[in-house]
């Protein structure tokens, strides 16, 4: 069992938990994932390291609340704990100065590329930081992201914080100024927004690190299920990623592959909502 | 009775075991052969000749006592029976259900050179289950000998090696990367062959009584180094398994509905998606599935689909099919006996000489057919097996929803990481003596499936006692590295 130590609400569908986990904190790095299982019935779900202290022996993750898992996972509070957290899984990235880089966070995507950027940045690289959200409410980690980078862009679908646009289109304006000479861009976030700075750099044939989140289940090179196609063959996520380069990747069939249990997810989630209405009920019943 | 003669003994007939009804358990998931009463365990075991020289030992790859735990038992003495049996096998109920007999002890059986061998297999389940009801026999540690030992994963192979450690007075870490002990025994083989009740009486029996400590969600390799953990202990084994799916080369492989075999009994059976939504994970495999492959883990494959199939179908409408897809003829089919009998029974239909090109799609990506050419078979191959031959111009597509591949796994590559010295062959299986298990690095053993490849839970559990022995010796400091 695993504790959680601390919890943050970072917007009504985003929160941070600190688990207590030091076989995990011992070794993590930036890049790399966790295998998270909340109770006997529950599912395996992978979820980027956003960040770790090894003296604490704790893992922060940071998770949107989509389907029934990680609703379920935002009731928990500190002092709960969850039945399984194996990791850190996955390579970590490498980090190395390549020059002056582009970090790039899209929704809950910021959360995994902090400690990306934070370390690119200790290695001596020139960071330049976009983080972008649908709205203002679903925007966190802001001030976090300005402390490791040279430069931060906020973006919002709305205009309700910072510019009105796509992540992809201050990318574009970086890559057009012949001054910053970008050397390399992480993108992290939805598979659209990662397919989409794909096609943005591809043209400047800039280098793209994308962390792909697949469907899984062990988390270590044992079911398969988190294959993506890549120009030269298919390979797993778990084990070959969770970072590959974005112009290798084949995103149709990702996509496609993201949303093959989309009806099964629907119907968790009305079992889920079902079993609590049930046991509100309940409760009430008893006073 | 025990006074019988050879010549009464060789009369009786061998004992079937009652099965669940062939179309009933179809719709379930509860085990499907039910085991021997106490009468007929004791009538099955008067069939035994007690040889002087008895081959069914030697064909255990644990060398189980065999003879003597059969006598212990027609005499009515279940606690000796069960002593007997703990000897050399300290997990009897499991491989009395998932042992290939037919090949090892019951293969040598003096009986079945004129008739039938005797159910020494059945006979070892009754003892093992006796026992996971009683606990006759509680397994004792000897004295503490201050050594420590790491063993990684909790399958077959790495079971067995700690529980024969940890009763030699070792202190013995077990980790394991799932949430869970049992490896290949949980995720890979079903509920319906090997219920998990047994699994987990067996293991947590063990692991209790001798002070294992068990680490699960623990990645060697990853949260620990290979060298981290030989800094810490005496001696290190490894028992991982070969985890790692293999996908044919064959276009379409990355449509949705297409599975490793892996994936799919995961899902069913460690994550009991065949209980979801209760259980949060799912899996969905339309109305026509096909296994590609003939072995043991394609035929726990065809039969769990058979199940969900059924479960899935509401009432008046046919329960879809459920077919195997091999390339050789049913003369070549590697599973056991047994599961291919109770695929038949199930109604699971067989494709024989039959190989597949190409799974084709539809514009959404998913699966709605496999494009296969029929075989011939032609001059014997390597391994003495008649070679299957495409027959020019058969190309034809069966339509499915689901494609499973079960076509062989390997050696997972994480836990060599870092673990410098660690030989591996170059089909990714370590180096290991088959003797003793000694690896290529010093202090580190290896045994079962991530040395000889995808194989069979006795023969990992065999490795994972031979490797203990010589662990044993190496710690005592009867016998050097050298």
Known sequence: MYRIMKKEVLSDVVKLMEIEAPHVARKAQAGQFVIVRIDEFGERIPLTIADFNREAGTITIIFQELGKSTIQLGKLNVGDTISSFAGPLGHPTEVKNYGTVVCMGGGVGVAPIYPIARALKEAGNTVISIIGARNKELLFWEEKMRAVSDELVVCTDDGSHGRKSLVTEPLKELLENRDKKVSHVWAIGPAVMMKFVTLTTKPYDVPTTVSLNTIMIDGTGMCGGCRVLLEDGAQFVCVDGPEFNGHKVNWDSLLSRLSFYKDEEKKAMEHYAHKCRLESAAAKGEK | ?482
Not at chain 2, 339 to 358: C, D, K
Not at chain 2, 442 to 449: E, N, P
Request: glycine content about 10%; aromatic content about 6%.
């Open chain 2, 1 to 482: 009775m025990t006074d019988m003669t050879t010549q009464q003994r060789m009369k009786i007939k061998r004992h079937e075991m009652p099965n669940q009804d062939q179309v009933v358990r179809r719709g379930n998931y509860t085990e499907v052969a039910l085991g021997y009463s106490e009468e007929t365990a004791k009538a099955e075991a008067e069939r035994c000749l007690q040889c002087k020289d008895p081959k069914c030992i030697s064909g255990c790859p644990v060398g189980v006592m065999i003879p003597q735990f059969i006598k212990a038992l027609r005499e009515g003495d279940m606690v000796k029976a069960v002593e007997w049996m703990k000897v050399k096998n300290n997990l009897p109920a499991i491989c009395g259900r998932v042992c290939p007999q037919e090949v090892q002890c019951e293969g040598n059986c003096i009986l079945g050179k004129k008739g039938e061998a005797v159910a020494i297999g059945r006979l070892e389940r009754f003892v093992g289950d006796y026992e996971l009801a009683h606990r006759t026999c509680p397994l004792v540690k000897a004295a503490d000998t201050g050594k420590k030992i790491a063993v990684v994963g909790s399958g077959p192979a790495g079971l067995t090696c700690a529980v024969d450690l940890a009763r030699e007075g070792h202190k013995v870490t077990l980790y394991e990367s799932l949430h869970g002990p049992g490896g290949v025994l949980v995720y890979g083989i079903p509920e319906f062959r090997l219920p998990k009740a047994v699994v987990h009486g067996e293991i947590s029996y063990a692991v209790d009584c001798l002070c294992i400590d068990l680490k699960t969600d623990h990645v060697i390799g990853r949260s620990f180094t290979l060298d981290e953990l030989l800094a810490e202990n005496d001696a290190v084994f490894l028992g991982t398994g070969a985890g790692l799916p293999s996908f044919m080369r064959i276009p379409g492989i990355n449509l949705n509905g297409v599975m490793s075999a892996n994936e799919f009994l995961t899902r069913v059976n460690l994550m009991k998606a065949y209980q979801f939504p209760d259980y949060d994970t799912p899996v969905r495999i339309g109305k026509k599935v096909a296994v590609i492959g003939a072995g043991n883990v394609a035929m726990d494959a065809v039969r769990c689909s058979k199940r969900l199939l059924s479960l899935q179908t509401g009432q008046g409408e046919a329960p879809g099919e459920a077919h195997i897809v091999y390339r050789r003829s049913k003369d070549e089919v590697p599973a056991r006996k047994e599961e291919v009998h109770h695929a038949e029974e199930e109604g699971v239909i067989f494709n024989f000489l039959t190989n597949p090109v190409e799974i084709i799609g539809n514009e959404k990506g998913a699966v709605t057919g496999l494009k296969c050419i029929k075989m011939q078979l032609g001059e014997p191959d390597k391994s003495g097996r008649r070679q299957p031959v495409p027959v020019e111009g058969s190309e034809f597509v069966m339509e499915v929803d689901t494609v499973i591949m079960a076509l062989g796994t390997n050696p997972n590559p994480i836990v060599f990481v870092d673990a410098e010295g660690l030989d591996r062959t170059k089909h990714g299986t370590a180096v290991a003596d088959t003797e003793t298990g000694r690896t290529k690095k010093k202090r580190v053993w290896a045994g079962g499936d991530v040395v000889t490849g995808a194989a069979t839970v006795i023969s990992a559990m065999g490795a994972g006692k031979r490797a203990a022995a010589d662990m044993n010796a190496f710690l005592k400091g009867e016998r050097t590295w050298e």
